[in-house]
C-alpha cells in the first residue's frame, strides 16, 4: 500500500510541462524553477520508495553482485589496457557528495586507490540516484536507434564504459527496459539530425540503445560527452517499456518511462576538457553551477551526478562511470519524448511533426 501511495504521487507530481534542454529552444524561468521544484519532489518519493527496499534480502544480494560485477568490470576494462598494476582514481563516495553538495557543488572530490583497497569501498559507492523525469529530452532525440554496446564508431576521446542499472520503485525489482543514451561528439556536435551545426541524418555515433539484464543493468562503451553553448556536459537517457526488438537492430513501440540527463563532477570535466580532441572546442565552457537546465541541485535524496573511476593516471586509459537509477514504471512520458527524427533501413529521417519550441510530437507506436 505505501508503494502504490508513493508512485501514484510521484506520477501526480510528474503531470506539470517540462521545459526544453537546448539552447536554441526559449526558455521560461518561471516555468523551469516550476519544473526544478516538481523533480526534486518527484525524486524524493521515488527515492524514500527505494529506501524502503533495501531491506528486502534479495535487494542486499543485488548490491552484493553489482558489487562483485563492477569490479570484474573495472578489472577487464583494466586489462585490455594493460593497467591492471596501476593505481587509480575515484570520485567521492555518496556521504561525501552530499556534504560538499550542500557547501558548494565543488566536485573536486578524487581519492587515491590501489590494486589492495576492497572493492566493496570502491563499488559498494552508490548514489542511488533517483533521476525523475524532470530533465527534458532536448531536440536531438532520434527514434529507433539501433540497438548496440559500442557507440564510438570513428571518434577520438576520453573512452568512457557506462554502467546503469534500473530498479522499478513500484517492486523493488530491477526494470525490464530498453535504454537509449546519446550525447554530443568532443565538439558539440549531435549525430542523426539535420539541424545547422549538427553531423546529418546518416551519422550515428555516440548513440546505441541496450536492454537490460535480470538485474536491470546495462553497458555501453562510448566516449566522456562533449560541450556546446549553454550547457553543462550530460549525457541523455531514455527509458522505454514494452518496446519490441526489430529484426533489423532497432526497436519499436512501448512508452516512455523515464527520460533525463546524467551530469558529471566539475573537476573531472575540467580535466577532460584540457586533453586532445576536446581542447580544440572552442565554445566557451559553462560550469555545472552555470547551466540553467542542471538546476537538480544535489539534495540528501536527489544525485543527478554519475560515480567514476579513472582506470588509469592518464584520461587516455579511460573512465568506468555507473549509476542506479530508481525509476516509476508506471509512468508514461511520451508526450515528452519529442523526436527529430527516426532511423530507418538506409538511414535517419526526419520528424516532419517535429517542432523543438513544442512538446507533443511522441514517438510512434509502430515502426
Not at 554530443?184 to 541524418?201: E, I, M, R
Not at 517499456?241 to 526489430?246: A, H, K
Not at 577532460?272 to 565554445?283: D, K, S, W
Request: charged share 20%; hydrophobic share 35%; proline share 5%.
Amino acid at each position: 500500500m505505501a508503494f502504490k501511495l508513493l508512485t501514484t504521487l510521484a506520477l501526480g507530481l510528474s503531470l506539470s510541462s517540462i521545459v526544453a534542454s537546448h539552447p536554441s529552444e526559449k526558455f521560461d524561468r518561471r516555468a523551469h524553477m516550476e519544473e526544478l521544484a516538481n523533480g526534486h519532489a518527484v525524486a524524493d518519493v521515488n527515492s524514500r520508495a527505494l529506501e524502503a527496499c533495501q531491506a528486502r534480502p534479495e535487494v542486499k544480494a543485488r548490491k552484493e553482485r553489482a558489487i562483485a560485477r563492477r569490479a570484474a568490470t573495472f578489472e577487464r576494462l583494466r586489462q585490455e589496457r594493460e593497467l591492471s598494476d596501476a593505481t587509480f582514481l575515484h570520485r567521492r563516495d555518496a556521504a561525501s557528495f552530499r556534504k560538499w553538495a550542500a557547501q558548494s557543488h565543488d566536485f573536486t572530490g578524487k581519492l587515491q586507490y590501489d590494486k589492495n583497497t576492497p572493492v566493496e569501498e570502491v563499488f559498494g559507492a552508490n548514489t542511488s540516484c533517483t533521476l525523475a523525469p524532470d530533465n527534458a529530452n532536448g531536440p536531438y532525440f532520434v527514434y529507433q536507434e539501433h540497438i548496440r554496446q559500442d557507440v564510438v564508431e570513428d571518434l577520438k576521446g576520453v573512452p568512457m564504459h557506462l554502467e546503469l542499472q534500473f530498479i522499478d520503485v513500484n517492486t523493488c525489482e530491477p526494470a525490464n527496459l530498453l535504454i537509449d543514451i546519446w550525447s554530443c561528439n568532443q565538439t558539440g556536435a549531435y549525430s542523426g539530425v539535420s539541424a545547422a551545426g549538427q553531423s546529418g541524418l546518416k551519422s550515428t555515433y555516440l548513440r546505441g540503445v541496450q536492454p537490460t539484464d535480470k538485474d536491470g543493468v546495462v553497458n555501453f562503451d562510448t566516449l566522456f560527452p562533449g560541450h556546446y553553448e549553454g550547457r553543462a556536459t550530460h549525457q541523455h537517457i531514455i527509458a522505454h517499456v514494452n518496446s519490441t526488438v526489430l529484426d533489423n537492430g532497432t526497436y519499436t513501440g512501448g512508452h516512455v518511462a523515464h527520460l533525463s540527463q546524467l551530469f558529471f563532477d566539475q573537476a573531472l570535466r575540467d580535466a577532460v576538457e584540457a586533453t586532445a580532441p576536446y581542447n580544440t572546442n572552442r565554445i566557451p565552457l559553462t560550469t555545472n553551477l552555470r547551466d540553467m537546465f542542471t538546476g537538480y541541485a544535489a539534495s540528501p535524496k536527489y544525485d543527478p551526478f554519475a560515480n567514476y573511476v579513472a582506470l588509469g593516471q592518464g584520461l587516455d586509459k579511460g573512465l568506468f562511470v555507473w549509476a542506479e537509477l530508481g525509476i516509476n514504471t508506471k509512468a508514461n512520458w511520451d508526450y515528452y519524448a519529442s523526436y527529430a527524427s527516426i532511423w530507418k533501413e538506409g538511414g535517419g529521417y526526419n520528424n516532419p511533426k517535429f517542432n523543438m519550441f513544442v512538446v507533443g510530437t511522441p514517438p510512434p507506436t509502430h515502426g
